[in-house]
T-cell receptor, first 114, second 116 residues
Framework: AQSVTQLGSHVSVSEGALVLLRCNYS??????LFWYVQYPNQGLQLLLK??????LVKGINGFEAEFKKSETSFHLTKPSAHMSDAAEYFC????????????FGAGTRLTVKP | NAGVTQTPKFRILKIGQSMTLQCAQD?????MYWYRQDPGMGLKLIYY???????DKGEVPNGYNVSRSTTEDFPLRLELAAPSQTSVYFC???????????????FGPGTRLTVL
């Protein structure tokens, strides 16, 4: 079965600094990859997803991620952090042959310092 | 549209009690899912449904039951609550989860359950 590893349970950046949240996946078949954001006491909201085609995927709120097959990675970036970006971020992978079986990483909590 | 709604928001159960977590969606989605989220962990799939009358087990189904009598509703039943079921439960739905689909899953706000 596929799996996801998120490197770093907590990341802290200053407002205006680059945000980089790391995600590596394991899958025996070409995967679908997702990044979700969770604000306190709320459900998950999709930031972006990779299915096929262009490996650089742009999402909402200025985030983007690049699918790198050779590195089995799907890192999330944003050029300039905003205070409102403080949240928990989850990377997830699903199997193209069984799209209902989505596996989530443990999450990375992003803190943005003024 | 209200999207995906869940009730209750919070609940405390005693060991051995039973309860049903409610989930409803008004987006006419065929696929619905139940996840649990434990501290420091990602979400794990409990059960899912591909349409009314059809359900299937996910990664962690033990101790739970589901039913899907309508497209809109997908309740999760805990029969004999145990402390290991203390968690936050999320319901989600998508238009389609069929093979090759890329439809987004939409999540409800969650139910925080404590079993003492």
């Amino acid at each position: 079965a596929q799996s996801v590893t998120q490197l770093g349970s907590h990341v802290s950046v200053s407002e205006g600094a680059l945000v980089l949240l790391r995600c590596n996946y394991s899958s025996s078949v070409p995967p679908y990859l997702f990044w979700y954001v969770q604000y306190p006491n709320q459900g998950l909201q999709l930031l972006l997803k990779y299915t096929t085609g262009a490996t650089l995927v742009k999402g909402i709120n200025g985030f983007e991620a690049e699918f790198k097959k050779s590195e089995t990675s799907f890192h999330l970036t944003k050029p300039s952090a905003h205070m409102s970006d403080a949240a928990e971020y989850f990377c997830a992978v699903s199997d193209r042959n069984n799209n209902n079986d989505m596996r989530f990483g443990a999450g990375t909590r992003l803190t943005v310092k003024p | 549209n209200a999207g995906v709604t869940q009730t209750p928001k919070f609940r405390i159960l005693k060991i051995g009690q039973s309860m049903t977590l409610q989930c409803a969606q008004d987006m006419n989605h065929n696929y619905m899912y139940w996840y649990r989220q434990d501290p420091g962990m990602g979400l794990k799939l409990i059960y899912y449904s591909v349409g009314a009358g059809i359900t299937d087990k996910g990664e962690v189904p033990n101790g739970y039951n589901v039913s899907r009598s309508t497209t809109e509703d997908f309740p999760l039943r805990l029969e004999l609550a145990a402390p290991s079921q203390t968690s936050v439960y999320f319901c989600a739905s998508s238009y389609s989860g069929r093979t090759g689909s890329t439809d987004t899953q939409y999540f409800g706000p969650g139910t925080r359950l404590t079993v003492l």
